[in-house]
């Protein structure tokens, strides 16, 4: 299994952008799909999940309203807008078949990253 996470850049405060996440070697029609990031000096943690069954949404406090996260049969988003500093970081998607969304536990493949920063 192969996750390719796509779409990080080098913004200005305010901007937008959309990350994807291509899978091979598996479907991701029956995961839920998972978004985490990585800040610079920091543990990673997580941003937004989707399941796969009723494409329930979580996400963290600090992206709420400003982040949504999509999916379609072989692809997972996740659109950022209103770009923070704070939001400068390493973003990985993961899918896993089961567990807590939020848990970096429950998630059995990672991507290896995409690089977001943001300026002020």
């Known amino acids: 299994v192969r996750l390719v996470e796509s779409g990080g850049g080098y913004v200005q405060a305010g901007d937008s952008l959309r990350l994807s996440c291509a899978a091979s070697?598996?479907?991701?029609?029956?995961?839920?799909i998972g978004w985490f990031r990585r800040p610079p000096g920091k543990e990673r943690e997580f941003v937004a999940a989707?399941?796969?069954?009723?494409?329930s949404t979580s996400y963290a406090d600090s992206v709420k309203g400003r982040f949504t996260i999509s999916r379609d049969t072989a692809m997972g988003y996740l659109q950022m807008n209103t770009l923070k500093p704070e939001d400068t970081a390493v973003y990985y998607c993961?899918?896993?078949?089961?567990?807590?969304?939020?848990?970096?536990?429950?998630?059995?493949?990672w991507g290896q990253g995409t690089q977001v920063t943001v300026s002020s």
């Open positions: 070697g598996t479907t991701l029609s029956d995961k839920t």
């Open positions: 993961a899918v896993t078949s089961g567990g807590v969304p939020s848990r970096i536990e429950s998630y059995d493949f």
């Open positions: 989707i399941t796969w069954s009723r494409h």
